[in-house]
């Protein structure tokens, strides 16, 4: 019950960045899908341009056997305006919620009611679940209002709904580290620069070892390594042993993140 | 362990608690009984709000033990929790929500509104504005509320009465004084000895992190006092009065301190005495500290 109480709570908080972020990926979905008539043949000679290292690191594998609006459309998803709007929403819950209630003085009130201590990770990590869930349902069916008003035709439907589920885990993840940071961290500040950290570091990591063979390596490290739209597309099928690292990074996160904030001691300043 | 109706209702036995090897809290052992009202005085940075985090289990200790109504503080602090109210020091609450919405949280949480709506009248606290627009003073009242509405058997109550106006300051005694009536256990932090001579049956002092005393409110009397500084047109006949009386002062530049339990002991001093100015306010809990050890002090010394 209290968690249902704290999960509300977190959600009325939070509304309105939701709002506003989803806002932006509706935009930017149906005014992106429906340019692919003006601009779809510009974008594939420009990626015609491209080393197949820079193809493969962008895209995260080769682009034969893809179809111009299928590129234009892993274009898309690949785009940081959207990669950068889901991770805002996923930093901003996480660290409101654990540090950001340290940090502002409401814990005190807040665990002074007879709320379990792993109530307050576990009610943010499922508002970040309905917020990934959400934005990432707001941007699939952006996709599906601009292919209309454009007049055009998917027929790999299916393989674009596992690119969006192989993207929502990968925010889930992303958001249950950020979590584990902003449990252990007793400012919001510190929370969303090391949050923020975390994430562009994770970036350029996979940046970085797609397009430098040498360190290639390290690309396993970062969690954006297990978002690839074009594999998934290409074979019409997700790539399990993405999403299986993806589940697990999850796991021991929010195991982390409820472990730490449990037994940790709560002192405001 | 489980609670019992025999347990005190706070216990805590060598409790001690160090921030990075920094000690906040030393060996304290305390007990208050059900019923009980303790005042627990210190000044600022004695240790007060970290005993009181260590009884909500928000800190864990580094040695010893603490019990609220037989449970453990640390490993059964959700069981504590429930059977108490707490105000903290420097209330902070969701800028955002209404009062009343904060209040519907509070009960949502407890799963009682209990008293808010007639205690929020009588602290005269409109629920309608925005927390964020609350001044610090109406801040108060509404935590006091939120402590105060679902009739806990414990109070923890951390300078409950800072901030808040006199006549808003009356209330509240009285509100806690008939809690206190009603049998609820009160643990009243505070460094204002005359509040917590006005609602408390015992007081422990707390300084440096280590319980320093602690008695009965009647042997705080004898404690309290006032300060006086006075100054002199004639500083020699001045303090020549002062000697003959026996009230023994300090100098501070032109003025003479000193401290008394007894005013009148000052007045019959200074009468014949041309005075150029006189100032008399009661003692801060610091200098009531300062006198009592620099008393036993020289006490020993004597000895």
Redesign the interface.
Known sequence: ??LV?IVR?LAA?ILRILVAIGLLLSVFFVLGTYLFVDFGDMNQMAISRMSPEMIAGIFGGVLQGLEPLELWLVTLLLHPFLLTLLTVAVIAIATRSLAGEID???I??L???????WHLPLAAALVQFFAVTTLVGVALGSVGLGLRLAGLELSSWPAFAWVAFNLWATFIAIGSVCLAISAHCDRHGAALARSAGFVMVSFLVNLLASLWSKVRLLEVLSVFHYYRPQPIVTADGPIWTDLLILITVTGVALGVAVAGFS?R????T | MTASASSPAIAASGLSKSYNGRPALHELDLSVEPGEVLGFLGPNGAGKTTTIRLLLGFLRPTSGTATVLGFDCWSQSLEVRRTLGYLPGDVRLYDAMSGRAFLALCARLRRTAGRSAELASRLDLDLDKRVGTYSKGNKQKLGIVQALMHEPRLLILDEPTSALDPLVQETVYEILNELKQSGTTIFFSSHVLSEVQKVCDRYAIIHDGRLVREGTVSELGELSGSLVRVSFQDEQAGEHALDRAGLAARREGDDFVLTITDPNDVVRALAGVHVAGLDVRPLSLEEVFFESTSRATCGDETS
Do not use: F, H, N, Q
């Open positions: 019950m209290t109480v709570k908080e502002r003085g409401t005190d009130v665990l002074s009611y007879p709320i379990p201590r037994t001691d709560i002192a405001t």
